[in-house]
C-alpha cells in the first residue's frame, strides 16, 4: 500500500488547493494519519473509495477525540553573548501560549477489495464551542451513519451532510456532551461506601454536615479520608 | 399444609403459628394456602439486561433448571409475571422502562436484583448513564452480588425468595408489600430530564443511609 | 453496479419495494418493540411501521445498554479495563479480552511469546464455536421453537464454561489476556480437556443440524428473507459471518493473518444469497473450520514462557501516540483504537463494535418484510447489546 | 419428499427425551440445593484478606494497607484506612496495618486484579457464592472482620496456588532471616573489628544499623 | 357370554350405574335435569384434572427433551405444581388496561371457556356415554369449536394493545384459513358413515378385519390421509406449536394474552386445553374407532379407558411438536391451508367417494383398490408438497 506521504502527493495533485497534511504517529504501531481540510474532504473520501490502486471501500471505524485547549510552555534557548566578554549565556525563555482546543474526528479506512489498510482521515472543528462542524462521510460510506451519530451525540460534532443527525446513545432530551473532557457529570454520590480519588471529593458533599453543638463528627459517621 | 400442628412449616414458627391461631384457623390455612402457592409458582418476567440475563437463561436451561422450583415460565408480558429479576446494568436511559414495567406487573410482585450493577451500577457506578441501583426508584425483595453471579447463586436468590413469601402473614407487620396500607403501592416513572433523570431517585423507595464505619485501631 | 453509481443512501433494488399507496390499504400502524421485547436480544428497541404485517419503517434506537465503558476506560489504567472489555459482548469475552491487548501490544510495540499466541488463538476459536451455537439457539428461539435448540445449545455451552473456568477462574468474564501474553499456563490437563470436547464438538454439531437445518419450516422461514447485497454490506462496514454470507471473502484471520493463524489450515465459507437462512449455514460452516483450527492447534502448542518476561502489569505507561487493533471476532471485526498521552490512562479509548455497525442496514433488509420476518432478520445479525451500546 | 426434516427434528427430541433416562450426557442438570456445584480450583468470585492465625485473625493479617490494591481496582470497591501504630505481623516484623479494610461486594466485579498486584499475597478470591440477602447495605459491605480468613481456608479451596504461595512466602522469609543473620554477622564482625582497633582510638561512630 | 365378558360389563357400566345410584330414587321428570349437571360436573372435574395434568406433563416431557427434569420440587415429583399455580393464579391482582373495553375484556375468556366447554357435549367418552345425543353432533362441534376464535379475536381487540391487535388479526386469518381443510378433513368420514351422529360414527368402526385388525377410519388410505390433514388442522385451530402465531412470543410478546393477568389467563390457558383435548377426542371418534378397543382380546377394558388412553396418545403427539417446530409465518401459514390443505382435503373426498363406490370389489380387485386409493393419496401430497416447497431447499457453500 502507498504511504500516507505518497497518498497526499496524489491526493494533492487531483484536488489542488486542498489542505492535506500528514500526521505522524511516534506509537511503535506507525499509523500515520491523513489531517484534511473541510473543504473537498468528501470527494477525497469519494476518490479514496473509489481509486483502483486504493479502493477504500470500507470504513471501519469512525470515532470523536476531545482536544480542550491547553496551556503550552514552550522554552526556546538562545544563546546571548556575555557583554562583559566572558563566555556566551544560554538563556532560557518561557512562552506561555493557549493552544486552542478543537474536536477531531478520525476514519479509519480499509479495501476489503484489496485486503489493505488502515488509511487514517482525520478532520478538526475550529474550536469547542461555536464552530463544531465538519463534513459529515456518511454519503460516500454508509458505515459512517451511527457511528457518526454517536460522535455528534456524544462529542457535539455537528456533522453536516449527515442524513439523520439526531441523538443515538443518549435520550434526545439530553443537553451535554458527555464523552468532552470537560463534562460534569450528574450528583448522585449520595451512597459511596468505598470512596477515594474524585469520587471521595463529589461524595464529601452528602456527608452529613455535623451540628454545631458536637465540632467533632462521630466516629460511627462517615469519617473523610484524610 | 399438613394437618398436624406441630409439623414444622418452613419459615413459620411454632410462635406465629400459634398467633395466628388465635387470629382463625380460617385465616390461617389461608394464609398457609396462599404463601404455598405463591412460593412454588413465581414466574419471571422474561426481562434481560446485560451480562446477567446470560446468565439467568443459563440458571433455565438444562444444568441448572430453574424448572424445579417452578420458575421456567419466563412470561414475557409483564402481566403474567410474578418476579422481575433486574438482570444487569440499569441505565439512566433505561430506567423509565423498568420502572414501568413493575407498575405494570399486578401484585403480588418481587423484585431480584441480580449482579452487581443492578445493585449499585456496580463496576459502571460512576458511568453518567448508569442508575446506581434499581432500589432508588422500585423496591428490591433479593439482592444477588456477583458480576456476574453464578447461575446457583440466582438460584440460590430463588430460593431466599421463596423462604421470604412463605414467611409473609395476611395481616400485620409481615404482610405482603401491597397488603400494607403504610407502603407505597404506586411508583412513579422518572422523566428524562436536561442532564438526569428528574427525580434522580424516589424518596418513598430509596433513601441513603448513613455509613457506620466501625473503626478499631 | 460499478462503484461510481453506486450510493449507499439510495434504496437498493430489490431490498425493498414500497408499494404505491391505494385506497384499499388501511391506516399504518407503528409499533415499539423493545426495549423490552422477548425477541430483541436485551434492551435494544425497533420503532416499526407496519402495513397489515409488512414493515414499511423500521428505525433502531439505541443507548439502552449505553454504559459509559470508552469514558470508565478513560479514567482508568490500561489494566484497568481489561476486566470492562469482558463485559462488552459478554458472551465472548476472550476475543475482547484478545482485540484490546493486540491494541496494546501495537500502541507498546510489546511482542508476545508464541505459546501464548497458540492459547489465543485456542481460547478464541473455543469462544466462536461457543458464540455461533448460542446464536444458532437464539435464532431458532426467535423462529419460535420452544427453548429446545436453545437448550442444546446452552447444553455445549456449559461445557465450554467449565472450560474457561477452570482456566480463568470465571464463567463469562474471563479477564484471561494481559499485555504480552496471557494470565495463567494452561496445563496439560486443561489442554486434554479442550482436546476432548472439539472431538466431540462435531457429533454435538451433527446432530443439531438434524434437529434444524433440513427442516422445512426453517428453510420456509429464512430463505430469502432479510437478504443483503455484497456492495451495500462493504460499504456498510458490515463485517464477520453476516457479510461473508453475502459471498464476500473477507476474514482477518486471512487478511491480517494476526496472531499465529497463518500456520493452520482452514478454508473460509462463503454465501451466496446473503440471506437468513446463508447466515446460519455460514455460522455453522465456521464453526466446524474451527474444529478444524483447534485440532491443528492443540496438536502444535509448544512448550515456553506464557507472559513476556519484560511485560509490565503495574505502572504501564504507553509512550505517546495512537494505534488502532482489530481481529476477527465471532460477530465481525472488534477494533480497539486507543491514543496515548503518555499518563497511565488512555486519553481515548473506543471500542468498534462490530454488532453495531452491522446494525447499519438492519432496516435495509427488514424493509417489505413482515414483522417475524424482522425478528429473525435481527436474530441473524447475531448482537449483543453490551457491545452496540457500550 | 415434504415433511422428512420435520420427522427427522421429531427423532432428535426423541432421542433426546429417551436419553435423558439413560445417558448421563443427556441428563445434565444438577439437583443444585442439595448437590452443590464442584468449583474448579481457579474459581473466585470476591476476595478475602488472608491471615496467617486463625484465633487472632485481626492481628495477624498479611495485609500492610499499602493500597495499591484500592489504587488499582478498576471499579473503585476498595476502602482501606492506615494504622496510626505498627504492630507486628506474622513474623515478628513491625507493620503497619489496615484499621479499616472495606470491600464493597454490590460494586466488585471479581477480576481479580487485587489479587495480581498485591506484592504481599495478601488478598485472595474467594469461592463463596450463595450470598443472596435482602439488605443492600450492610450484608454486602465487608468489613476487615468479615474479610480476614484463615491461610488454611486459602490453602482448601486453591490448594496448587497456595502451596505456591506458602513456598514462595517461606524462600522469602528464609532468604530475609539469611539476610538479617548475615546482616547480624557483619554487624557483630564490624564491631568485633571496632572493638579490636587500636585502643587509642576512641570508637567514634557507632557500627551502621543494618 | 362367559364371565369375563360380564365382569367387564359391570365395569363398563359403572359409571351409568354411579349415576343412576345418585338419580335413581328422583322422580322422573328431574332426573333428567340432575343426569344432565352431574353430566357436566364429572366433566368438568375430570377433564380439569386432566388439564392441571397435561400442562405438568408438557412442563414435564418438555423439560426431558430438553435434558432436564422439569418441575419436580412442589410435592412428589412435582405433582402439586398446577395447584401451586392455581392458587396464585386467583391470588394474582387482575388488571384491566384504561383503554380497553372493559365488558368485552372480561367477557372474551369467559366465552372462551365456555364454547370449548360446549364441545365436550358430543363426544362420546364411552359405549353410551355421551352428554347429548344430537343427530347433528358433529356440525355442533365444529360450530362451537370456531366460536373459540371469535372468543381470542374479542381478548385482542378489547384490550387496546396492539401486539393484542395484531394477534387477533391472526387469529381471524388462521380461523378461516383452517377452518375449511378441518371440516373438509372429515367429511369423507360422513360420507362413509352416512351419519352426522358421533355414536354412530364410532358404531360404524366396529368389527375387524381379518379377525384382528380394527376396521378404523385411520387404517384406510382416504382416513390417514383425512385423519394427517385433521390433526395438522387442530394444531392450527387450537393454536398450537407449530401455528401459535396469536401468541407468538417472540414476535408479539403474548399477542392477544399480552393484556391478561391472574386468573383471566389462567382461564385462557384452560380454555386452550380444553379445545385441545376437544380436538383431540373428535380426532379419536373420527378416525381412530372412538371409544373401541384396537385388539379384539383388549376387549375386556372398558371402553372409556381407550377413549381416554387414545386421547392422552394424540395430547402427547401435540406436546412433542411443540418440542420440536418452529413456528410458521403468517402468510406460509395461510398459504399451507390454502395451497396445501384444502387440495388435498378436495381429492380426498374423490378418494373417498372412490373408495365408497368399490366397496364392492373383492379378491384382485380388492388390492387394486388399495392400490389406487393409496396412489390418490401419495401422489397429489407428492406433486403438491413439491409446488409448495419450491425454491426451499439444501444449500452447497464454496469456500474461499
Redesign the interface.
Known amino acids: 500500500m502507498e504511504t500516507p506521504e505518497q497518498i497526499r502527493d496524489r491526493l494533492l495533485a487531483r484536488f489542488p488547493g486542498a489542505e492535506i497534511s500528514v500526521v505522524a504517529n511516534p506509537a511503535p504501531a506507525a499509523q500515520h494519519s491523513l489531517l484534511l481540510g473541510h473543504a473537498p474532504a468528501v470527494e477525497i473520501a469519494r476518490f479514496l473509495r473509489d481509486d483502483p490502486t486504493l479502493k477504500l471501500d470500507q470504513c471501519s471505524n469512525v470515532t470523536g477525540i476531545d482536544w480542550p485547549e491547553k496551556e503550552i510552555v514552550e522554552t526556546t534557548k538562545s544563546t546571548v553573548p556575555d557583554p562583559a566578554g566572558g563566555p556566551p549565556k544560554v538563556v532560557e525563555t518561557k512562552i506561555k501560549r493557549i493552544q486552542p482546543g478543537y474536536l477531531e474526528v478520525v476514519y479509519h479506512l480499509y479495501s476489503i477489495a484489496l485486503g489493505h489498510g488502515p488509511v487514517i482521515l482525520r478532520l478538526r472543528t475550529g474550536n469547542r464551542t461555536d464552530a463544531v462542524t465538519v463534513p459529515s462521510l456518511t454519503p460516500v460510506w454508509r458505515a459512517c451513519e451511527f457511528q457518526e451519530r454517536e460522535v455528534f451525540d456524544l462529542f457535539g460534532v455537528v456533522l453536516t451532510g449527515h442524513p439523520d443527525l439526531r441523538r443515538i446513545l443518549m435520550w434526545d432530551a439530553f443537553k451535554d456532551f458527555p464523552m468532552r473532557r470537560d463534562y460534569v457529570a450528574p450528583d448522585d454520590y449520595e451512597w459511596e461506601p468505598t470512596p477515594h480519588g474524585d469520587v471521595l471529593e463529589k461524595a464529601k458533599r452528602h456527608y452529613p454536615v455535623p451540628p454545631a453543638a458536637a465540632p467533632v463528627a462521630p466516629a460511627a459517621q462517615e469519617a473523610p479520608k484524610a | 399444609m399438613s394437618d398436624n400442628p406441630s409439623a414444622p412449616t418452613p419459615g413459620i414458627t411454632q410462635q406465629e403459628r400459634d398467633e395466628l391461631r388465635r387470629q382463625g384457623i380460617l385465616l390461617t390455612s389461608i394464609q398457609e394456602l396462599y404463601t404455598w402457592g405463591s412460593s412454588h409458582s413465581v414466574w419471571p418476567l422474561n426481562f434481560g439486561l446485560a451480562c446477567c440475563a446470560i446468565e439467568m437463561i443459563a440458571a433455565s436451561m438444562a444444568k441448572f433448571d430453574i424448572a424445579r422450583f417452578g420458575s421456567e415460565v419466563f412470561r414475557p408480558s409483564p402481566r403474567q409475571a410474578d418476579l422481575l429479576i433486574v438482570s444487569g446494568t440499569v441505565t439512566k436511559k433505561m430506567a423509565p422502562q423498568v420502572v414501568r414495567l413493575w407498575d405494570q406487573m399486578p401484585e403480588p410482585k418481587y423484585c431480584i436484583a441480580m449482579g452487581a450493577c443492578a445493585i449499585s451500577g456496580g463496576p459502571f457506578k460512576q458511568g453518567y448513564n448508569v442508575l446506581k441501583g434499581i432500589d432508588r426508584y422500585i423496591p428490591v425483595d433479593i439482592y444477588i452480588p456477583g458480576c456476574p453471579p453464578r447461575p446457583e447463586a440466582l438460584l440460590h436468590g430463588l430460593v431466599q425468595l421463596q423462604e421470604k413469601i412463605r414467611g409473609f402473614k395476611l395481616t400485620g407487620p409481615d404482610a405482603p408489600r401491597h397488603l400494607r396500607a403504610d407502603l407505597p403501592c404506586d411508583y412513579p416513572v422518572p422523566e428524562f430530564g436536561a442532564h438526569d433523570l428528574e427525580p434522580p431517585a424516589n424518596p418513598d423507595v430509596w433513601k441513603a443511609p448513613v455509613l457506620v464505619r466501625n473503626e478499631k485501631a | 453496479m460499478s462503484a461510481n453509481d453506486f450510493s449507499p443512501l439510495a434504496p437498493q433494488a430489490g431490498s425493498h419495494v414500497r408499494e404505491v399507496h391505494d385506497p384499499l390499504h388501511g391506516e399504518l400502524l407503528e409499533v415499539s418493540m423493545g426495549p423490552h421485547h422477548p425477541s430483541t436480544h436485551g434492551v435494544f428497541r425497533m420503532i416499526v411501521t407496519l402495513d397489515g404485517e409488512r414493515v414499511m419503517k423500521l428505525k433502531p434506537v439505541f443507548g439502552y445498554l449505553h454504559r459509559n465503558h470508552e469514558k470508565i476506560a478513560e479514567n482508568t489504567t490500561y489494566l484497568g479495563s481489561m476486566p470492562y472489555t469482558d463485559r462488552l459482548d459478554y458472551l465472548c469475552s476472550m476475543t475482547n479480552n484478545w482485540a484490546y491487548a493486540i491494541a496494546v501490544e501495537k500502541l507498546s510495540g510489546q511482542p508476545v511469546p508464541e505459546r501464548a499466541e497458540y492459547v489465543r488463538v485456542i481460547l478464541a476459536e473455543i469462544t466462536r464455536l461457543l458464540n455461533h451455537t448460542c446464536l444458532a439457539g437464539f435464532l431458532m428461539q426467535d423462529c419460535g421453537c420452544s427453548g429446545t435448540p436453545l437448550m442444546y445449545a446452552f447444553r455445549e455451552r456449559e461445557k465450554i464454561l467449565d472450560l474457561f473456568e477452570s482456566l480463568s477462574g470465571s464463567r463469562m468474564m474471563c479477564n484471561y489476556q494481559r499485555f504480552g501474553g496471557c494470565r495463567v499456563d494452561p496445563s496439560a490437563d486443561w489442554l486434554d480437556g479442550a482436546r476432548k470436547l472439539t472431538d466431540n464438538y462435531g457429533r454435538f454439531l451433527d446432530e443439531f443440524e438434524t434437529l434444524l437445518t433440513g427442516n422445512e419450516i426453517i428453510m420456509a422461514r429464512t430463505q430469502g428473507v432479510g437478504a443483503l447485497s455484497p456492495e451495500l454490506a462493504i460499504n456498510a462496514g458490515v463485517t464477520g459471518p453476516m457479510l461473508r454470507a453475502t459471498g464476500v471473502n473477507y476474514d482477518l484471520r486471512k487478511v491480517d493473518a494476526y496472531g499465529v493463524y497463518s500456520r493452520f489450515d482452514f478454508r473460509v465459507p462463503l454465501g451466496a444469497h446473503g440471506d437468513v437462512y446463508d447466515r446460519y449455514m455460514i455460522r455453522v460452516l465456521e464453526m466446524r473450520e474451527s474444529i478444524k483450527i483447534l485440532q491443528q492447534a492443540l496438536a502444535t502448542i509448544p512448550a515456553g514462557p506464557i507472559m513476556d518476561p519484560k511485560a509490565k502489569l503495574r505502572g504501564f505507561r504507553p509512550k505517546a501516540g495512537e494505534a488502532y487493533g482489530r481481529i476477527e471476532g465471532p460477530k465481525g471485526e472488534i477494533g480497539f483504537y486507543l491514543v496515548s498521552d503518555g499518563s497511565p490512562n488512555p486519553y481515548r479509548y473506543r471500542v468498534r463494535p462490530p454488532s453495531f455497525v452491522n446494525l447499519t442496514v438492519l432496516e435495509d433488509m427488514c424493509l417489505g418484510q413482515t414483522i417475524a420476518d424482522a425478528v429473525i432478520i435481527l436474530g441473524s445479525v447475531d448482537i449483543v447489546l453490551g457491545e452496540v451500546d457500550r | 419428499?415434504?415433511?422428512?426434516?420435520?420427522l427427522?427434528?421429531?427423532?432428535?427430541?426423541?432421542k433426546?427425551?429417551v436419553?435423558?433416562?439413560h445417558d448421563p450426557e443427556?441428563?445434565?442438570?444438577?439437583?443444585?440445593?442439595e448437590v452443590k456445584?464442584k468449583l474448579?480450583?481457579?474459581?473466585?468470585?470476591?476476595p478475602f484478606l488472608v491471615t496467617e492465625n486463625a484465633m487472632d485473625p485481626?492481628g495477624t493479617l498479611r495485609c500492610v494497607a499499602c493500597q495499591?490494591c484500592?489504587?488499582?481496582?478498576?471499579?473503585?470497591?476498595?476502602?482501606i484506612?492506615k494504622?496510626?501504630?505498627k504492630k507486628p505481623d506474622a513474623s515478628g516484623k513491625m507493620q503497619i496495618y489496615p484499621?479499616?479494610f472495606?470491600?464493597?461486594?454490590?460494586?466488585?466485579?471479581?477480576?481479580?486484579?487485587c489479587v495480581?498486584?498485591c506484592p504481599f499475597d495478601a488478598i485472595k478470591?474467594d469461592q463463596v457464592?450463595?450470598?443472596?440477602?435482602?439488605?443492600?447495605?450492610d450484608?454486602?459491605?465487608l468489613?476487615r472482620e468479615q474479610l480476614a480468613k484463615p491461610n488454611s481456608y486459602y490453602q482448601s479451596i486453591h490448594p496448587t496456588e497456595a502451596a505456591e504461595v506458602d513456598g514462595r512466602l517461606a524462600a522469602d522469609r528464609k532468604a530475609a532471616e539469611e539476610k538479617a543473620k548475615a546482616a547480624a554477622a557483619a554487624k557483630a564482625a564490624a564491631a568485633k573489628a571496632a572493638a579490636a582497633a587500636p585502643a587509642a582510638e576512641a570508637p567514634k561512630t557507632p557500627p551502621p544499623a543494618a | 357370554m362367559n364371565a369375563a365378558f360380564l365382569a367387564t360389563l359391570s365395569l363398563e357400566l359403572l359409571p351409568a350405574q354411579l349415576r343412576d345410584m345418585v338419580t335413581g330414587w328422583l322422580p322422573e321428570p328431574w332426573r333428567w335435569l340432575v343426569n344432565s349437571i352431574l353430566a357436566i360436573a364429572v366433566i368438568l372435574a375430570s377433564f380439569g384434572l386432566l388439564f392441571a395434568y397435561l400442562t405438568l406433563a408438557e412442563r414435564k416431557i418438555l423439560g426431558r427433551v430438553q435434558n432436564r427434569p422439569g418441575p419436580n420440587r412442589t410435592g412428589y415429583f412435582g405433582l402439586l405444581q398446577p395447584f401451586a399455580d392455581g392458587v396464585k393464579a386467583l391470588t394474582k391482582e387482575d388488571i384491566v388496561p384504561r383503554g380497553a373495553d372493559h365488558l368485552l375484556h372480561f367477557l372474551a375468556p369467559v366465552a372462551l371457556l365456555a364454547f370449548s366447554i360446549m364441545t365436550f357435549a358430543v363426544l362420546p367418552f364411552g359405549r353410551n356415554l355421551v352428554a347429548v345425543e344430537l343427530d347433528a353432533g358433529v356440525l355442533y362441534f365444529f360450530a362451537a369449536g370456531a366460536a373459540t376464535e371469535l372468543a381470542v379475536f374479542m381478548a385482542g381487540w378489547a384490550s387496546h394493545n396492539k401486539y393484542s391487535l395484531l394477534a387477533a388479526m391472526r387469529a381471524l386469518a388462521q380461523l378461516i384459513s383452517y377452518e375449511l381443510p378441518l371440516l373438509l378433513s372429515f367429511v369423507p368420514v360422513i360420507m362413509i358413515a352416512g351419519s352426522l351422529s358421533t355414536q354412530e360414527i364410532v358404531h360404524r368402526q366396529s368389527g375387524w378385519m381379518f379377525g384382528f385388525v380394527p376396521q378404523w377410519h385411520v387404517l384406510t388410505p382416504w382416513g390417514f390421509a383425512g385423519f394427517a390433514i385433521f390433526m395438522t388442522a387442530a394444531l392450527a385451530e387450537s393454536n398450537r406449536s407449530p401455528f401459535d402465531l396469536p401468541e407468538a412470543e417472540s414476535e408479539l410478546i403474548a399477542g392477544h394474552l399480552t393484556e391478561y393477568s391472574g386468573f383471566k389467563y389462567a382461564l385462557f390457558f384452560m380454555a386452550e386445553y380444553f379445545g385441545m383435548c376437544a380436538l383431540c377426542g373428535m380426532a379419536v371418534t373420527l378416525f381412530l374407532g372412538g371409544w373401541q378397543a384396537p385388539l379384539p382380546f383388549l376387549e375386556f377394558i372398558p371402553s372409556y379407558v381407550w377413549f381416554a388412553t387414545k386421547m392422552l396418545t394424540l395430547l402427547l403427539g401435540f406436546i412433542w411438536v411443540r418440542c420440536t417446530f418452529p413456528r410458521l409465518r403468517i402468510d406460509q401459514l395461510t398459504r399451507f391451508a390454502w395451497k396445501f390443505l384444502v387440495p388435498l382435503a378436495l381429492i380426498n373426498l374423490g378418494t373417498t367417494a372412490f373408495w365408497s363406490l368399490t366397496s364392492g370389489w373383492t379378491g384382485g380387485l380388492q388390492i387394486a383398490r388399495w392400490l389406487v386409493a393409496i396412489a390418490l393419496v401419495v401422489i397429489p401430497f407428492q406433486l403438491i408438497g413439491r409446488k409448495l416447497s419450491a425454491g426451499l431447499g439444501p444449500r452447497t457453500y464454496r469456500y474461499a
Open positions: 419428499m415434504l415433511g422428512t426434516g420435520l427427522k427434528g421429531l427423532g432428535v427430541t426423541a433426546n427425551f436419553g435423558s433416562y443427556r441428563y445434565t442438570t444438577i439437583e443444585y440445593p456445584p474448579p480450583e481457579a474459581y473466585r468470585n470476591f485481626m495499591i484500592e489504587k488499582e481496582c478498576p471499579p473503585q470497591c476498595i476502602y484506612e494504622s496510626k501504630d484499621a479499616i472495606d470491600i464493597d461486594t454490590s460494586v466488585c466485579m471479581s477480576c481479580q486484579i495480581e498486584v478470591m457464592f450463595e450470598i443472596a440477602t435482602t439488605d443492600r447495605y450484608a454486602l459491605l468489613r
